[in-house]
């Protein structure tokens, strides 16, 4: 699973710093991921790449693009910052912690599936705050358990809500490949009382109740388009 983790940033960090011109991908998820029988990792659907200068910090959209409960939340609201390559890791953040977790994909809809995910990150935060075991059962020694809390820190770290607070795909690469005790707890993207670096002032309600419009507006562009 590490190694599988590991070669899907790596290849991300390809699209992004590796070719001639940026490629944002925008689909980062698990159906867009291919394994070969040696487990290595393929990424593929470019359907809804971009490609841009690679020192282009905001990329402009007109409507959100991706699949819901891996959109990072710049993509469909502006509030939350400006669209960039941090949108490919804010993805494979979601990846990864279902990776690690086991979670199944819901074929609920879509505002459901937002409150489902919204759950589902606020029950591996709280898992890893209390000490608990976040892997999926596996037969093996204690370093397995150590890993999937790597893995899961990672992912917390990759999806926080506002880009300027992610690290960069090469960053996470690090993340990967560092001993599993050297890495920090991130801030919990999920608590909506706590400090926004890149917005403390907007009070507590307000964003949180952004973020629901957003989802709802996303939603809504995903049907006419599908129309």
């Avoid at 971009?50 to 020192?55: E, I, M, N």
């Avoid at 960053?171 to 801030?187: A, F, G, I, K, N």
Wanted: glycine residues 6%.
């Amino acid at each position: 699973m590490q190694g599988i983790a590991l070669g899907i940033a790596k290849g991300i960090e390809y699209l992004h710093q590796g070719c001639e011109q940026q490629i944002l991908h925008f689909d980062i998820k698990p159906h867009n991921i291919l394994i070969d029988y040696n487990f290595n990792p393929k990424i593929c659907d470019f359907g809804l790449a971009k490609l841009c200068s690679k020192d282009q910090s905001a990329v402009p959209m007109t409507t959100a693009r991706g699949t819901i409960g891996y959109i990072a939340p710049e993509v469909f609201s502006w509030n939350f910052g400006n669209v960039s390559h941090k949108s490919d890791v804010y993805s494979f953040g979601m990846l990864l912690l279902e990776m690690v977790g086991g979670r199944k994909t819901s074929n609920t809809k879509d505002d459901d599936k937002a409150m489902e995910v919204a759950y589902y990150l606020k029950w591996i935060y709280n898992l890893l705050e209390d000490g608990e075991d976040v892997r999926i059962p596996i037969e093996g020694d204690e370093r397995n358990s150590k890993i999937a809390k790597k893995l899961a820190i990672v992912g917390l770290w990759c999806i926080q809500w506002h880009p300027v607070d992610r690290p960069s795909l090469e960053e996470v690469v690090q993340m990967l490949e560092s001993e599993e005790d050297s890495l920090t707890m991130p801030p919990n993207s999920m608590d909506f009382n706590g400090p926004a670096r890149s917005n403390a002032s907007m009070p507590e309600r307000s964003r949180h109740q952004q973020e629901l419009e957003a989802i709802s507006e996303v939603n809504q562009e995903i049907e006419e388009t599908s129309d």
